[in-house]
């Protein structure tokens, strides 16, 4: 299971409502709705592990409880997945049972019922007890992509989470998008020439536009960290992004994030275009590649 907040999919409000919910009585029936069913597990997953985390985290990755739900083997976390198949009334009965069971760990108990949709009828009618009167350990994350599939009587007792894909970013300017990408690709080879001279790109912006062009950097450097992870908000940059994540730690990739960040607040005191072009290359190079200390003469 990936259990990093930051690989939560959706959209900005979903994301936000669950954060809340987390953050005060996480409801103990929850129907999570996405039109890619991945995503709603996904997001399953990551509140499993923020609801069993004794890290105090949001979920920490590092607790005990983290650490066994990303090995999937946390003994109160019991996920059920029957594939494309129909998942039926013995398998409901089961939960029910598993449910009335205490936890083994800790103090909370989540069931995460994949596919939702699969149930038939006699396994939505038998588990409908279970989501009606939960005990007070229990959670119930149910997932799927048709959520409308599903008996009226089990959504009344849900609080349902609709994901949506994630938020597109005001659609980037095109004319900052070339010179952006072609920073991107000299970066990820190395070349402080190709830096230099796709920075260049940038040197006839005013403020704003110059500020927008840091802001697409930051936004580029991020997709690179979470290339593995996340989806990239930045999908036109895509293939540059990748190509950056192979070549750049995520140490010098936050250090980049940084110096765009800098660059675009000095923009506010009028510092000269070209300055600022040719310290963004220069800067870059420092960050990735950074100078051997020259040899002594003996
Ligand atoms: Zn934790």
């Given amino acids: 299971m990936r259990i990093a907040w930051d ?3 959706g959209n900005t409000s979903a994301k936000t409502s669950l954060r ?23 997001c399953a997953g990551i509140l499993s592990a ?9 979920p920490c990755g590092r607790c005990p409880s983290c650490r066994k739900l990303t090995d999937d083997a946390h003994p109160d976390c019991i996920v059920i997945d029957e594939g494309e198949g129909e998942i039926k009334v013995e398998t409901a009965r089961r ?45 119930f994350i149910l997932t799927t992509a048709q959520p409308g599939a599903l008996l009226q009587t089990i959504r009344s007792r849900c609080t349902i989470y609709q994901l949506e894909p994630p938020d597109a970013p005001d659609a980037p300017d095109e004319a ?42 930051e936004t580029a450097f991020r997709d ?39 660059l675009a607040r000095r923009a506010d005191v009028n510092t000269g275009a070209a300055i600022q072009c040719a310290a963004l290359a220069a800067g870059a190079q420092t960050i990735c590649h950074p100078p051997r200390p020259a040899r002594r003469r003996p």
């Fill in 7 to 9: 690989a939560l999919p």
């Fill in 20 to 42: 809340a919910a987390l953050n005060s009585r996480f409801p103990q029936t929850v129907l999570l709705a996405a039109p890619d069913e991945e995503d709603a597990f996904t």
């Fill in 50 to 58: 923020a609801l069993l985390c004794t890290g105090g985290g949001a």
């Fill in 95 to 139: 939960i029910r049972a598993q449910a009335a069971i205490l936890p083994n760990d800790g103090d909370r108990k989540v069931f995460v019922i994949r596919r939702a949709d699969r149930m038939n009828d006699s396994a939505q009618n038998a588990l409908l007890k279970s989501l009606e009167e939960p005990p007070r350990y229990a959670f």
């Fill in 176 to 217: 900052l998008l070339a010179p952006a990408a072609a920073f991107l690709r000299a970066l990820a080879r190395g070349d402080e020439y190709g830096m230099l001279c796709a920075a260049n790109g940038f040197v006839k912006l005013n403020k704003t536009g110059f500020q927008q062009a840091m802001a697409l950097l």
């Fill in 224 to 262: 690179a960290m979470l290339a593995s992870v996340a989806r990239p908000l930045l999908p036109a940059l895509a293939d540059e992004t990748r190509a950056l994540a192979g070549a750049v730690t995520t140490d010098k990739l936050l250090a980049l994030c940084d110096h765009a960040a800098l």
